[in-house]
Structures are given as structure tokens and as C-alpha cells.
């Protein structure tokens, strides 16, 4: 039996409640409790997929010959591109991964507007380097300039000159600065080296706007004039943002054009319907399979009870803060979880009632339970891991985000089901053990 049992559960009690709190929140906030500034606050509303909730899914296809080769990196690109594109809808929890060699599959739950989602993807993507004079806009800014297309049709707005486009850039990289900060390292064509060589040194101290798509994404100073065809571009960059950068670069526009093959619109009150079926059967099972334990193992079932509903409001709190965006598939690969949590505990205690059959004390039973059931349970859960990694790849390579969505939360669950059974499950069967002392072991525990 455990030792430090009152430490055991102040930490149980402690977990529950943390996970009960964010699974009751939809924003958490901690703030100082002096001056009641915020320190802290994070979004755990609960995210629906697009068959939850509704919205749009989009079917896209490399449009190259069949006998056309599309390497994996281009791909790759491509996604990140179309990501950061309709990131900017303000779409929440979009989804754009690549299937297989030449497709990339998009979902935007909660879509209202399918063409301007349509439009975004595809937009070509224009680059330009953009004369800002000595007082540049804010990044994130739309500027009207006097190159392509306008998307700014005010006529008393400020015209910008474009000295270049991207089509002038043949390499861009991410390197170290000569403080070790991130800085993006290009190089341009011939035509646009004697561009820039004559631009940069007629404005040194002024700022050269990088804009894609008419939209400010950078403004550095020019610092010196570059004559060589190669610069930097410095402005306190992390790494993460230094790669973004690099990518807006160096594919202002997709690498590869890609056309839409397939669209479908999945209605609110269909995901709204979904949902509903999926909380009703999942109250329905949860209920039977308690109603089950308790009847069936008595006293230890009534225990595992309480650890199942510990278990529920761990994960759901996990799932809520990582976060991850629940579908179908996905709440059916957390009931199945719940089912690896119930196949320890069964273990366990016919492990304890064989012991006990067996004229073992209690105290030895349950030490014997667990030790004879534990390789078992490490067994089948190590197994059920395995293979959620191998759909959770699977899905990834192909784009099914039907087998993703399910492997991920499988996967999550059975992690926590495993915490639950070996640390919750002995821990609150050992307390109760500890003050109860059941004399009638037969009817305690259903020998």
C-alpha cells in the first residue's frame, strides 16, 4: 500500500480542480492581486471542427501536366503561403496540410463568406521593394503603389513608388547578424543589383518598404549602400519571424500555380446536429459504463468511477488548452480512450478478487493486483500508442484530418487513461481502503 496518501490526494484534489476550472472557462485570466493588472490570460474556449461547427472545405490540385514533377518542398510552401493567406480572414482554427504529391486540402470551420476564402487562395501574391521616403507606414499597413494592381482606389491617398519586385531575387536565407540576432540574407539578378545599387545609394537613411500584396510586411532603413547584388535586411528579428520573412521573399507568389478541384459547404445546423448526437452518446456511454463498474466490482467500481470522471475532466481540460480542434473522429477517439481506462481497472481488480480468492490479505492483494496486471496494462496501452502514431503519420502525409483528428485525441487519452489507472485509481482505492475497513470483502468486493 502507498505511503504519503494525504499528500496523494491534496494532488489529485488539486489537479481536478485546476482541470475543472478550464473546462468550466472559456477565457482564463490571472491578474496581480495588488493593482489587479493582468499577468496572464489565455483562450480555452473549446474548438469545433468543420463538422462540428460548419464551414468550408477546399480541394486544391497542382495545376501542372500529369508528367510534371512537384517536389515535396514546393508543396510545402505553397501550404505555408496559402496558411498565412487566409490566416489573415480572421478564419479561426483553419486547417491546411498537403495530401499526398500534388493536392493540399484546406478547412475553415466556421466560414461565412466561401468567395472571399475562394478569392484569397487564389491570389497570385505580388512582391515589391517600396520607396517610404524617411517616414514609412506602420507594418501591417496597406499602401496604394504605382505598380500592377491597386487595391487602394482613394484618390487622395499617397501613391509610393515600387523601385522593384520579387522577380528580381534569386536566393533569400536566414543567417546570424553580427550580434547572433536572426537577419534575412538575399541576393538579386543582375538587372536588379544595378537597380538597387543606384537606388540604395542615393537614399541612405531612408526606408524601402517590403510589401506583398500591397500589404507592409517590413520596413528596414538602408543603412549603406549595396552595390554588390546581396544585403541584409535586420529589424529584431526571433527566428520564427526571420523564416517567415524569408518565405514571403522568396515565394511572394505560390512556387507551384494550384487550381481548386472540389468544394464543400458544410451547414451550422448540420454541425450543430453533430455535436448534439456526439454529447448525447457520449452522457449515454459514460453513464452505462459507470453504472457498470459500481454494479459489477462494488466497491472498487465505485472508486474507478470517481477516476473516470477525474480522467474526462483532465483530458477535456488538455484538449481545451493545448488546444486541440475536436471533430467526430476526434471525440470518437477520446470515448475509445475512456474504454482503455476501464480495460486497467478491470485488470486490476480481477487481479485483486483472483488474489483474494487465493486467501491473500488485502493489503497483499491489491500490492499483488497491481503488480501482476501492470505489464499487461503497459502492454496494450504502449500498443494502442504505437498505433495512433502510425494513423497520426498517416494522416499527416495524406491529408486525412479524419484519421488525424482521431489518432491525436486517442493517443492523449490513452496517455492520461494510463496516469489515471496506475496513480488516481490505486491512490483514492488505497485511501479509502485506509479509513472504510470493509469486513464483508464477498460483498465489498464482489467475490
Do not use: C, H
Not at 472557462?25 to 492581486?33: A, G, H, K, L, Y
Not at 520579387?166 to 547572433?180: F, N, P, R, W
Request: charged share 15%.
Amino acid at each position: 500500500m502507498f505511503r504519503n496518501l494525504i499528500t496523494r490526494l491534496v494532488l489529485i484534489l488539486v489537479i481536478a480542480a485546476l482541470a475543472i476550472w478550464v473546462d468550466a472557462s472559456q477565457t482564463i485570466t490571472i491578474r496581480n492581486p495588488i493593482d489587479q493588472t493582468t499577468l496572464f490570460t489565455r483562450d480555452v474556449s473549446p474548438r469545433l471542427g468543420l463538422d462540428l461547427r460548419g464551414g468550408l472545405q477546399v480541394l486544391m490540385e497542382a495545376d501542372l501536366p500529369a508528367e510534371t514533377a512537384v517536389s515535396a518542398e514546393s508543396m510545402e510552401v505553397a501550404r505555408t503561403i496559402l496558411e498565412n493567406r487566409t490566416n489573415a480572414l480572421g478564419v479561426a482554427e483553419n486547417v491546411i496540410q498537403v495530401a499526398g504529391e500534388r493536392r493540399i486540402v484546406g478547412e475553415f470551420p466556421g466560414a461565412q463568406d466561401a468567395d472571399a476564402v475562394l478569392a484569397t487562395i487564389q491570389q497570385t501574391g505580388l512582391l515589391e521593394f517600396v520607396d517610404f521616403g524617411a517616414n514609412p507606414p506602420a507594418e501591417g499597413t496597406l499602401v496604394q503603389t504605382n505598380f500592377g494592381d491597386q487595391t487602394i482606389t482613394d484618390p487622395e491617398a499617397v501613391v509610393y513608388n515600387t523601385v522593384m519586385t520579387g522577380a528580381d531575387l534569386t536566393s533569400v536565407s536566414v543567417t546570424a547578424g553580427q550580434t547572433g540576432e536572426p537577419v534575412v540574407a538575399f541576393e538579386l539578378s543582375a538587372d536588379g543589383s544595378q537597380i538597387f545599387a543606384q537606388y540604395t545609394a542615393a537614399n541612405i537613411g531612408n526606408f524601402l518598404g517590403i510589401v506583398l500584396d500591397k500589404k507592409l510586411i517590413s520596413a528596414p532603413r538602408i543603412n549603406s549602400a549595396i552595390t554588390e547584388g546581396s544585403g541584409i535586411i535586420e529589424g529584431g528579428f526571433t527566428q520564427e519571424s526571420a523564416n517567415a520573412l524569408a518565405v514571403q521573399l522568396r515565394y511572394g507568389s505560390l512556387p507551384i500555380p494550384m487550381k481548386i478541384v472540389e468544394t464543400r459547404i458544410v451547414g451550422p445546423t448540420l454541425g450543430e446536429d453533430s455535436l448534439r448526437k456526439s454529447l448525447i452518446a457520449g452522457l449515454v456511454g459514460m453513464s452505462i459504463v459507470i453504472l457498470f463498474m459500481g454494479l459489477y466490482y462494488r466497491l472498487p467500481g465505485i472508486v474507478a468511477d470517481l477516476a473516470i470522471l477525474f480522467y474526462a475532466a483532465l483530458a477535456f481540460a488538455i484538449f481545451k488548452w493545448v488546444p486541440i480542434t475536436l471533430t467526430l473522429p476526434g471525440i470518437a477517439g477520446f470515448l475509445l480512450s475512456t474504454g482503455s481506462a476501464l480495460d486497467a481497472n478491470i485488470l486490476i481488480f480481477e487481479r485483486i478478487k483472483e488474489e483474494l480468492r487465493n486467501g491473500r490479505t488485502l493489503e497483499q492483494a491489491i500490492d499483488l493486483g497491481w503488480i501482476k496486471a501492470r505489464s499487461s496494462i503497459l502492454d496494450s496501452n504502449i500498443a494502442t500508442l504505437i498505433t495512433s502514431a502510425i494513423l497520426f503519420w498517416f494522416g499527416s502525409t495524406f491529408g486525412a484530418t479524419i484519421v488525424k483528428g482521431f489518432s491525436l485525441t486517442l493517443a492523449l487519452g490513452v496517455a492520461i487513461s494510463l496516469l489515471t489507472a496506475i496513480f488516481v485509481t490505486r491512490s483514492l482505492l488505497a485511501l479509502t481502503l485506509k479509513y472504510f475497513k470493509p469486513k464483508n470483502l464477498q460483498f465489498w468486493f464482489g467475490i
